[in-house]
């Protein structure tokens, strides 16, 4: 394969799609091309798109066309798009968007290099109709596990499908008699250096794409909850968990490049296990992950109240190395609003669920994210909404404004409230989030956290308690990547990316955090007081 072949993955909307990502730049890798950061150095820009929401489209609409502009003056020849929005709209994306070269849904995914050898020749690849992928595997979750690798059914983030004894994974090595181990796969001739070694009976295939200390990791894909304003579900499919381990065998590679940071993500930690013979499974998998070596953090992203089991929370409380960090997903907090969103719920139920979480870890950090302007939301349900943040002392606050999302339950609904009104409620209970957040950092002053190393600020704030230039940037067991703030550490500890380090917060602005830094958690004393 010539050398100038080369592809930039340009990465948009949440961490699962970051996962996506590294998982075809395993592929491609294992494939011979050439991995560049910036798509003008490359032959194929290939754009990882969000289908999530309406801004989110916009977004990713606005990458492929700033891709498509690099053909006029620089090297790359060709853009496609792959990813939520490629998958979900499929040829109707590539009808209204000429710009894109191709549009690849999840099924190309394991043919990615060929797909992208054929449009870089010039050939075209026709996109696909889109289909509800929830009538790809059996209703019954139980039934799902072999199935999905029977059937070939497309797992993003999920590496290879399930291969015969001794049968070739595309980019890694045949092994004689079956699966080889971890410790083997890493010699072996073929399998380029950087990429995640095979293991078990469903081998990874990944390429890290930066150098961050904090990586997320898939327990999952797809979702059988049936929200009437999401239409994940559809073109994600139905839940389907990956097996224990794989997890654990792509911890320890993540952990070998680097990774200080576990995320788990999938559009519904909670379930994860059902369709394994075992929804306790997640309880038994963290203290095995927060026990591989180089890895001092495991954090557990989306978690559904109604499925939190009070076993699951001791889990997150409790266990050395798991943060305990709850990102629930509450969506309102009007009974009437919730029972439309085909929700679980309301105000007293979500604070009590608070309570017991806080009485096991008073430190514990609490997210979650809001829709305001639901059809048939009153005033008096968003007065119940703002009621329930007032007092449930949330650590970050995602506010959106509903709209109407293609083939979603809701979209039909009667009550829609107009525009503008939906705009100022939304910009009303953003108000109130903002107020709210920086209370509750405000009382974290005084509190030891510890913080992952990750960066130097690029902004240090201007204020006189604030750290001057140069301060490193982290986060706290509470604050989850690109969510949740960040805390700066005031400078002159020479403490590098990747370290963990306990620190004192002395200041607070926003979500943000100062703190002083005591000690590196292994390692000496990083100031006098740490000595006292």
Same mark, same amino acid.
Not at 200 to 206: D, K
Not at 243 to 263: C, H, N, S, Y
Not at 486 to 496: I, K, Y
């Given at each position: 394969?010539?050398?100038?072949?080369?592809? /930039?993955?340009v990465?948009?909307?949440?961490?699962? $799609?970051?996962?996506?990502? =590294?998982?075809?730049?395993?592929?491609? /890798?294992?494939? *011979?091309?050439?991995?560049?950061?910036?798509?003008?150095?490359?032959?194929?820009?290939?754009? $990882?798109t969000?289908?999530?929401?309406?801004?989110?489209?916009?977004?990713?609409?606005?990458?492929?066309?700033?891709?498509?502009?690099?053909?006029?003056?620089?090297?790359?020849?060709?853009?496609?798009?792959? *990813?939520?929005?490629?998958?979900?709209?499929?040829?109707?994306?590539?009808?209204?968007?000429?710009?894109?070269d191709?549009?690849?849904?999840?099924?190309?995914?394991?043919?990615? !290099?060929?797909?992208?050898?054929?449009?870089?020749?010039?050939?075209?690849?026709?996109?696909?109709?889109?289909?509800?992928?929830?009538?790809?595997?059996?209703?019954?979750?139980?039934?799902?596990?072999?199935?999905?690798?029977?059937?070939?059914?497309?797992?993003p983030?999920?590496g290879?499908?399930?291969?015969?004894?001794?049968?070739?994974?595309?980019?890694?090595?045949?092994?004689?008699?079956?699966?080889?181990?971890?410790?083997d796969?890493?010699?072996?001739?073929?399998?380029?250096?950087?990429?995640?070694?095979?293991?078990?009976?469903?081998?990874?295939?990944?390429?890290?794409?930066?150098?961050?200390?904090?990586?997320?990791?898939?327990?999952?894909?797809?979702?059988?909850?049936?929200?009437?304003?999401?239409?994940?579900?559809?073109?994600? &499919?139905?839940?389907?968990?990956?097996?224990?381990?794989?997890?654990?065998?792509?911890?320890?590679?993540?952990? &070998?490049?680097?990774?200080?940071?576990?995320?788990?993500? !999938?559009? $519904?930690?909670?379930?994860?296990?059902?369709?394994? &013979?075992?929804?306790?499974?997640?309880?038994?998998?963290?203290?095995?992950?927060?026990?591989?070596?180089?890895?001092?953090?495991?954090?557990?992203?989306?978690?559904?109240?109604?499925?939190?089991?009070?076993?699951?929370?001791?889990?997150?409380?409790?266990?050395?190395?798991?943060?305990?960090?709850?990102?629930?997903?509450?969506?309102?907090?009007?009974?009437?609003?919730?029972?439309?969103?085909?929700?679980?719920?309301?105000?007293?139920?979500?604070?009590?669920?608070?309570?017991?979480?806080?009485?096991?870890?008073?430190?514990?950090?609490?997210?979650? $994210?809001?829709?305001?302007?639901?059809?048939?939301?009153?005033?008096?349900?968003?007065?119940?909404?703002?009621?329930?943040?007032?007092? /449930?002392?949330?650590?970050?606050?995602?506010?959106? *404004?509903?709209?109407?999302?293609?083939?979603?339950?809701?979209?039909?609904?009667?009550?829609?409230?107009?525009?503008?009104e939906?705009?100022?409620?939304?910009?009303r209970?953003?108000?109130?989030?903002? =107020?709210?957040?920086?209370?509750? /950092?405000?009382?974290?002053?005084?509190?030891?956290?510890?913080?992952?190393?990750?960066?130097?600020?690029?902004?240090p704030?201007?204020?006189?308690?604030?750290?001057?230039?140069?301060?490193?940037?982290?986060?706290?067991?509470?604050?989850?990547?690109?969510?949740? *703030?960040q805390?700066?550490?005031?400078?002159?500890?020479?403490?590098?990316p990747?370290?963990?380090?306990?620190?004192?917060?002395?200041?607070?602005?926003?979500?943000?955090?100062?703190?002083?830094?005591?000690?590196?958690l292994? &390692?000496?004393?990083?100031?006098?007081e740490?000595?006292?």
């Amino acid at each position: 394969m010539p050398e100038s072949r080369t592809v /930039a993955l340009v990465t948009l909307g949440c961490a699962r $799609n970051e996962v996506d990502s =590294e998982e075809l730049a395993g592929r491609l /890798a294992a494939d *011979g091309w050439q991995l560049v950061e910036d798509a003008a150095d490359a032959d194929i820009a290939v754009v $990882n798109t969000c289908g999530f929401v309406e801004a989110a489209k916009k977004d990713s609409v606005d990458a492929l066309l700033e891709a498509n502009d690099l053909k006029d003056h620089g090297r790359t020849r060709a853009v496609v798009a792959v *990813g939520c929005m490629a998958e979900r709209y499929g040829k109707e994306l590539a009808e209204a968007l000429p710009e894109a070269d191709g549009v690849l849904g999840f099924d190309d995914y394991a043919h990615i !290099s060929d797909r992208l050898r054929t449009i870089l020749a010039g050939g075209v690849h026709a996109p696909h109709t889109p289909r509800d992928r929830r009538k790809l595997l059996p209703i019954s979750p139980a039934q799902r596990a072999e199935a999905a690798s029977g059937a070939g059914v497309a797992l993003p983030g999920h590496g290879q499908e399930a291969t015969p004894d001794g049968a070739r994974v595309e980019g890694v090595a045949s092994v004689p008699g079956g699966p080889a181990s971890p410790a083997d796969l890493p010699d072996l001739p073929d399998l380029p250096e950087g990429v995640a070694p095979a293991s078990g009976p469903r081998p990874p295939l990944r390429r890290r794409l930066g150098t961050s200390p904090v990586a997320s990791v898939k327990l999952a894909s797809g979702c059988d909850r049936r929200c009437s304003f999401c239409a994940i579900p559809s073109f994600r &499919g139905s839940f389907v968990s990956r097996r224990p381990a794989d997890v654990l065998a792509e911890t320890r590679w993540l952990a &070998g490049q680097g990774v200080r940071e576990v995320v788990l993500v !999938s559009e $519904n930690n909670t379930s994860y296990g059902k369709d394994l &013979g075992d929804i306790r499974l997640l309880e038994t998998l963290l203290p095995e992950l927060a026990a591989v070596d180089g890895v001092e953090r495991v954090r557990v992203s989306y978690l559904q109240p109604a499925e939190l089991r009070p076993g699951l929370i001791d889990v997150l409380t409790s266990t050395d190395k798991v943060a305990p960090y709850f990102d629930l997903s509450f969506q309102h907090a009007a009974p009437g609003v919730l029972r439309a969103m085909r929700r679980f719920g309301d105000t007293e139920r979500f604070w009590e669920l608070l309570e017991r979480i806080r009485a096991r870890a008073p430190q514990a950090g609490v997210r979650s $994210n809001f829709i305001v302007g639901f059809p048939g939301e009153t005033e008096r349900d968003l007065a119940e909404l703002e009621r329930f943040l007032g007092a /449930a002392r949330l650590d970050a606050i995602g506010v959106f *404004g509903y709209s109407d999302e293609d083939g979603t339950e809701a979209a039909a609904y009667d009550g829609k409230l107009d525009p503008e009104e939906v705009a100022e409620r939304l910009e009303r209970v953003s108000r109130l989030a903002e =107020e709210l957040t920086a209370q509750r /950092a405000e009382e974290r002053l005084g509190e030891t956290v510890t913080v992952l190393v990750e960066e130097v600020a690029e902004d240090p704030w201007e204020a006189e308690d604030g750290p001057s230039e140069g301060a490193m940037a982290g986060r706290a067991a509470h604050q989850a990547p690109e969510t949740d *703030g960040q805390t700066v550490l005031t400078p002159g500890h020479g403490l590098a990316p990747g370290t963990m380090v306990e620190a004192k917060v002395v200041a607070a602005q926003g979500v943000d955090l100062v703190a002083e830094p005591l000690r590196p958690l292994h &390692g000496g004393p990083c100031t006098e007081e740490a000595d006292r």
